[in-house]
DNA sequence: CATTGTGTTCAATATGTATTGAACGCAATG
DNA sequence: CATTGCGTTCAATACATATTGAACACAATG
């Protein structure tokens, strides 16, 4: 018969394993999952011995996870240790990842959107042909509606509901 | 001024970057927006000499590509080469590619939670307290409830709608 | 004010995986 | 039926980046 502690590293485990796919490492998902399953407060000390990870990479992986609003900071009289419990708003991790995963690519996309847009307006095309400026602007065209759909789902208080 | 080229090679860098970033290589992405921003359909040849990537590298991003519907096979009579061109319909795109991304993962994760539950329900809870027990199944049932809302969202019609 | 207990930083390293390229199978061609 | 042109495969390699660990800063303690 299966123990409760198998149960726990199985989720820790399963939690690393998606975090690793998802592109941030394996501490991540395994330090989230260490705590959500915690009934007490954690501290960087107990995340290194339980999960056998760095110090520094429990400290790193600590302060991402509080930047997704994943952890919060407790404090406990008398403890020099920072501790640390899970939010278990999962929507609203999930939310912030995604605009960490995607925030920046986003940006350099609008602004290459934008160029486009500003060259296919100007006179001067160096040369291109009638053809190709219009088969340009057509696909650039398309871009720019997908990208105002995507911001439009993003922004849906549909979303906003469920993805909260 | 910039040359239409100019454009063309900023987008097919951006695309490789946003590929690069989501954790599927560069080469994904530089191949569909070279094939994006081409007049016509594109072989293996055209993808490796362009973007200066190998043989071996093309033919299995294009699989993939396809496999997400992204690129379309398109015959040419009396050619003996494949072509490719994108279809353009990029929220079934994101959608398969969301699936191969957490699908695998999603259906561990559900395994777990089953096997979970199983062991809640069991008597034989090997030295478990009842504080234990009843921490974990709160715990549990917090998953279960968070993972019924994600698959309602993923099967939502809005969803559907937006992302298609 | 020296010491001890913290969390942080960042260059070095380990790790996962994207990418290559040579070998292969297969079909079309002459 | 040998040859040429094509796509595929997969072990070797390159590459991006997650992770480490020693050095550090800082605050609390005696």
Redesign the interface.
């Known amino acids: 018969?299966?123990?409760?502690k198998d149960?726990?590293e199985?989720?820790i485990a399963?939690a690393g394993?998606?975090t690793q796919?998802?592109?941030f490492g394996r501490n991540i998902g395994q330090i989230y999952a260490h705590i959500?399953?915690s009934?007490d407060p954690q501290s960087l000390d107990n995340l290194t011995h339980s999960l056998g990870i760095s110090k520094g990479s429990a400290s790193m992986s600590v302060r991402q996870l509080e930047q997704w609003g994943a952890l919060k900071h407790v404090w406990i009289k008398g403890e020099r240790k920072d501790y640390y419990q899970t939010t278990?708003e999962?929507?609203k991790i999930i939310r912030k990842a995604l605009v960490d995963?995607?925030g920046r690519?986003a940006e350099?996309?609008d602004h290459?959107l934008n160029?486009?847009e500003k060259?296919l307006k100007?006179n001067?095309?160096?040369?291109?042909t009638p053809?190709?400026?219009a088969?340009?602007a057509e696909?650039v065209k398309?871009l720019r509606n997908?990208r105002r759909?995507a911001q439009?789902?993003w922004n849906?208080p549909?979303i906003r509901l469920?993805?909260k």
């Open positions: 018969m299966n123990d409760v149960i726990r199985q989720f399963a394993d998606l796919t998802l592109g959500y399953f009934s278990e999962f929507g995963m995607v690519t350099s996309a290459l160029e486009s060259w100007h001067n095309k160096n040369g291109a053809d190709d400026i088969f340009m696909k398309k997908f759909r439009g789902l849906s549909v469920l993805l």
